[in-house]
């Protein structure tokens, strides 16, 4: 069945970096356009990156400039690079995708930016 696991999650300092990635399997994952998302304390979920099938990215404009989508067809990963994390950067993140309408979400990763 279909399972996306996200992982590299933790604690970091303002203007820390940190990668996460999302182990994909159960499904044909070259073929699908995958995002990751985050959800903060208190907050709806929100869009962060979405990477195409093709690697075309798009990101949220609080992302812009200072995360990173790419995947990794071979190891059928994605990945999110964050740098210049902030404070409001703290969430939960998630990658997704869908099929035929229908959502796929891991359970997440933690982030947490704090001194």
């Known amino acids: 069945q279909v399972q996306l696991v996200e992982s590299g999650g933790g604690l970091v300092q303002p203007g820390g970096s940190l990668r996460l990635s999302c182990a994909a399997s159960?499904?044909?994952?070259?073929?699908?356009?995958m995002s990751w998302y985050r959800q903060a304390p208190g907050k709806q979920r929100e869009l962060v990156a979405t990477?195409?099938?093709?690697?075309?990215?798009n990101y949220a404009d609080s992302a812009k400039g200072r995360f990173t989508i790419s995947r990794d067809n071979a190891r059928n990963t994605v990945n999110l690079q964050g740098n210049s994390l902030k404070p409001e950067d703290t969430a939960v993140y998630y990658c997704?995708?869908?099929?035929?309408?229908?959502?796929?979400w891991g359970k997440g990763t933690l982030v947490t930016v704090s001194s």
């Open positions: 990477i195409t099938s093709g690697g075309s990215t």
């Open positions: 159960g499904f044909t994952f070259s073929i699908y356009a």
């Open positions: 997704n995708f869908i099929r035929a309408g229908v959502l796929y």
